[in-house]
């Protein structure tokens, strides 16, 4: 599976969906990403950012498929474009278009939450990560239609083959995120399983672990953590 960032996605995808309404509304984008007019053009980009993403974007187009890779990957590729293109993706991605948020919402509609997961076992198994690669295609038609809208499906209303990867690696960016976040919480819960023990020492206690961690790590509250950092698209 590609490297999941957001940027990558989105220059896969190029130059889809930008005229797309669905998307429009969410990014506020709403006369594509190279308006002739400069006063058109995404804020807050100048006619000299819009032409170094411009070049970045033909260059990649045109390199082979491992060459891309490369290219959008590289932190070290010293490629104005590139370098623009990847830090407006990632200051927008997750507190302004709220990307990671719509994901979120379609994984616990589905009952593909990562956490949602873990907690239908029985026993209830956190300590054993969902593989996003056996989960991720259960939701990829549903994901795609609502960041993309209509535009983005076939005949069958199933997303159109060359957006699927694209949306696939959306996706595997939240699972990363959602990982980092409940990892971060499971370790807080067992340091307080450990002092609540300690402090009802010959009583019988229920162990915190599982018993409070839907409580403590609801979907409501992962957005929220989300918001409240920037995590690397």
């Known amino acids: 599976m590609p490297s999941p960032f957001g940027h990558l996605a989105l220059t896969k995808l190029f130059p889809e969906p930008w005229d797309w309404p669905t998307w429009q509304e969410i990014t506020g984008v709403q006369h594509g990403l190279f308006p002739a007019d400069d006063s058109l053009l995404p804020e807050p980009w100048t006619r000299a950012d819009a032409n170094d993403i411009s070049a970045y974007f033909d260059r990649y187009a045109a390199a082979d498929e491992d060459d891309k890779q490369l290219l959008a990957n590289s932190k070290k590729n010293n490629i104005p474009g590139l370098k623009k293109w990847r830090a407006w993706v990632s200051a927008r991605y997750t507190k302004k278009w ?122 409501n509250s992962i957005r929220k953590s989300q918001r409240s950092r920037s995590l690397k698209q």
């Open 98 to 219: 709220g990307v990671q948020a719509i994901i979120v919402r379609i994984l616990e509609e589905r009952n593909v939450h990562p956490l949602t997961i873990m907690l239908a076992e029985d026993p209830p198994r956190l300590d054993v990560w969902p593989e996003a690669d056996t989960y991720i295609p259960s939701v990829l038609d549903a994901v795609g239609a609502a960041l993309f809208g209509p535009e983005a499906l076939n005949a069958h209303g199933l997303l159109r083959l060359h957006i699927r990867v694209p949306v696939r690696i959306l996706i595997q960016r939240t699972w990363c995120n959602l990982r980092a976040v409940i990892s971060r919480s499971r370790k807080r819960l067992e340091k307080l399983d450990v002092k609540a023990t300690a402090a009802f020492q010959g009583e019988r206690c229920v162990p915190l672990n599982i018993r409070f961690v839907s409580e403590s790590l609801p979907q």
